[in-house]
């Protein structure tokens, strides 16, 4: 599921893309847990589509979320909790943009 939706995604049907990674966080959560890297990636990656949607409140949730469980499982000076770190930065910048307009 996760492929195709990397594929809709690429193809900009942002919402396509969600459906199916919505979809997918679901089946890892129910088989491996929430703690679990494979959950932290999937809710990544539906943030970020979320931001093509022009969602960045859910993005951020999503993100916020996953942060915390690369942190536990890989630590924080871990590539991958760094980039997710970087992206819950950049996602926190879009909404004090949106929240304060020059």
């Given at each position: 599921?996760?492929?195709?939706?990397?594929?809709?995604?690429?193809?900009?049907?942002?919402?396509?893309?969600?459906?199916?990674?919505?979809?997918?966080?679901?089946?890892?959560?129910?088989?491996?847990?929430?703690?679990?890297?494979?959950?932290?990636?999937?809710?990544?990656?539906?943030?970020?589509?979320?931001?093509?949607?022009k969602l960045p409140e859910?993005?951020?949730?999503?993100?916020?979320?996953?942060?915390?469980?690369?942190?536990?499982?890989?630590?924080?000076?871990?590539?991958?909790?760094?980039?997710c770190k970087n992206w819950?930065?950049?996602?926190?910048?879009?909404?004090?943009?949106?929240?304060?307009?020059?």
């Amino acid at each position: 599921m996760s492929n195709l939706a990397t594929v809709y995604k690429d193809l900009g049907e942002y919402n396509k893309a969600a459906q199916l990674l919505e979809k997918a966080l679901d089946s890892d959560q129910n088989n491996f847990g929430d703690k679990h890297p494979t959950v932290a990636i999937r809710m990544w990656n539906l943030g970020s589509v979320y931001i093509d949607l022009k969602l960045p409140e859910k993005a951020k949730k999503m993100i916020a979320t996953a942060y915390p469980i690369f942190v536990n499982n890989l630590g924080v000076d871990h590539p991958t909790t760094k980039n997710c770190k970087n992206w819950l930065d950049g996602v926190e910048k879009i909404l004090t943009q949106k929240n304060n307009p020059r």
